[in-house]
């Protein structure tokens, strides 16, 4: 017979167990043990953009005669009007979707006319208040003979993310760009206050003695490389260089030893000396579809294209002369 004392010990038992299984929780749930005073949530809520474009249904051109053509020049002002309420992180931009336009009239050749707009980037702050923000722009037509011309003009709208200035890439880590393998470097990075910038250059020493950096790839936003960037990269085999790239600075790849080719941007301006200085295996350079191994035809092709070389540009290579 079980008495009282063996059930008050058994229901203490039971109880401990009971208390010793863990709680489980997902990764959005708070785990609270012991008797905190206070437990903190986070509340977050995404509100959508909303903004609204007023444009004129039509423009009318005043018209006034232009004696340098005998014909007629027509002119005109008009506005449009953004308002509403979008991120702090983005901007609407309008741009006429042409810039010329043709204005018709039947029996008669068609005259061309201009449309512009003198802004075209809007933050949250422009647009903010009661009546928004008025953009102006004008119409300009010449050559017109006597009748009625006309045509459309169309507008492009759009909400972009919002960027900080061009920035250089001078400490890979900085961005949490990774060091070693095959490597692309972002058009865009984010700095540590949420602000968005585009890369438009790699910066001296970037990748200096980045011996475990196997390819890299340079991305559309970039238009200089710059000098020893990419410095003693010995085990280097492959770059992807944008042609948006105008610049190579002195010693962009040097020392790279096992790299052995390379595709020069169409777009290139300027090629300082030794870009590939210390690359011994390097033999071939193709620029605009054609691969070169002697220095002297690359160098004439180059510069046939109106590019700045350096005379030793590509010296300390296996380049022939």
């Known amino acids: 017979m079980i008495n009282r004392k063996q059930i008050a010990t058994m229901t203490l038992a039971a109880a401990t167990i009971l208390t010793s299984i863990p709680v489980m929780a997902d990764d959005n749930t708070n785990v609270v ?3 905190p005073t206070s437990v903190d949530t986070r509340v977050e809520a995404t509100v959508p953009s909303s903004y609204q474009i007023t444009v004129p249904k ?3 051109l005043t018209v006034t005669k232009d004696s340098s053509n005998g014909g007629y020049t027509g002119y005109a002002d008009y506005k449009v009007n953004v308002q509403g309420d979008i991120a702090a992180n983005e901007i609407i931009t309008v741009t006429p979707m042409k810039d010329t336009i043709e204005l018709n009239q039947s029996g008669k050749t068609s005259k061309s006319a201009t449309v512009a707009l003198d ?11 009661a009546a928004g923000k008025d953009v102006s722009g004008t119409v300009t037509a010449s050559g017109l003979t006597a009748g009625s011309w006309s045509g459309t003009a169309g507008f492009s709208v759009n909400v972009v993310e919002k960027y900080g200035e061009d920035i250089t890439i001078n400490d890979p880590s900085t961005y949490g760009i990774p060091t070693s393998g095959d490597v692309t470097i972002p058009s865009v990075v984010t700095d540590s206050n949420g602000v968005k910038h585009r890369v438009t250059s790699i910066g001296f020493h970037a990748f200096l003695n980045c011996t475990g950096l196997t390819s890299i790839t340079i991305p559309t936003s970039v238009t200089d490389i710059e000098s020893v960037a990419f410095v003693n990269c010995s085990n280097l085999t492959a770059i992807i260089i944008s042609n948006s790239v105008t610049n190579i600075g002195t010693g962009a790849f ?3 030893v096992k790299l052995t080719s390379a595709i020069l941007p169409d777009n290139i301006e300027y090629i ?6 210390g690359c011994s295996s390097f033999a071939s350079v193709t620029y605009k579809g054609i691969t070169y191994t002697s220095k002297s035809a690359l160098k004439t092709a180059l510069t046939n294209n109106n590019v700045t070389v350096s005379d030793d540009a590509f010296d300390g290579t296996a380049l022939t002369d």
């Not at 802004?119 to 208040?129: H, M, Q, R």
């Not at 300082?272 to 200085?277: A, P």
């Open 58 to 60: 039509k423009i009318t």
């Open 254 to 256: 040097g020392d790279c």
């Open 272 to 277: 300082e000396k030794g870009i590939f200085d």
């Open 33 to 35: 043990t012991g008797n």
């Open 119 to 129: 802004a075209n980037e809007l933050d949250s702050a422009a647009i903010s208040g």
